[in-house]
């Protein structure tokens, strides 16, 4: 009784899904989509991410992909593949120039681009919508005092982080 009540009128988090071969980038983009309340899937390459939506047991509401990987399928045409199976939200992030091809492509299939280094605030841009209102306001009350820290910061903070629990001596400020 109490379940179906719950299924009719607590909305499940939106699913996030997030490809990309960086892990370290990955762990921080799913951090943030955490605290913006969404429920994110990992993957690290574009081919694990099409075999999960082929899979269908879930729907993503939005999927962020990185448009460059060292091998494999690559984000331009990981895209039109994803259309096949959702009519999800979909970004690309990208550290180089888009080619004319590419923003062709990702004009007509309405992807949207994030340029590296990602600033928290693009990723909560987009995810807000997919957000129940009250707690959408809260996540942009969050957001609007980090908004200018970008995911290179919080990388490099991390890493030190990381180096330092490992026993390795950090010169990073406050780490």
């Known amino acids: 009784m109490f379940e179906s009540f719950t299924s ?26 955490k605290m913006s309340h ?14 999960w939506l082929s ?6 509401s939005f999927i ?7 091998s494999g399928m690559q984000g331009q045409e990981f895209v039109p593949l994803v259309r096949q199976h959702t009519d999800a939200g979909v970004a690309v992030v990208t550290g180089a120039m888009l080619s004319p ?6 004009n ?28 959408a306001n809260h996540v942009r009350a969050e957001f609007q005092r980090v908004e200018r820290i970008d995911l290179g910061e919080l990388e490099e ?10 026993g390795i001596p950090c010169v990073a400020a406050g780490v």
């Open 8 to 33: 009719r009128f607590v909305k499940a988090a939106p699913i996030v899904a997030v490809v990309d071969d960086d892990e370290l980038l990955q762990h921080l983009v799913v951090d943030l989509l």
């Open 38 to 51: 969404c429920d994110p899937r990992q993957f690290l390459t574009c081919e694990d991410a099409l075999k």
């Open 55 to 60: 899979l269908g047991r879930e729907k993503p």
């Open 64 to 70: 962020l992909a990185d448009l460059r990987f060292p």
């Open 101 to 106: 091809q590419e923003e062709t492509l990702f």
């Open 108 to 135: 007509r299939l309405g992807v949207y681009v994030i340029n590296k280094p990602i600033q928290p605030s693009k990723i909560i841009e987009l995810v807000l919508p997919l957000i129940p209102t009250r707690k």
């Open 157 to 166: 903070a991390r890493s030190a982080a990381v180096r330092n629990s490992k």
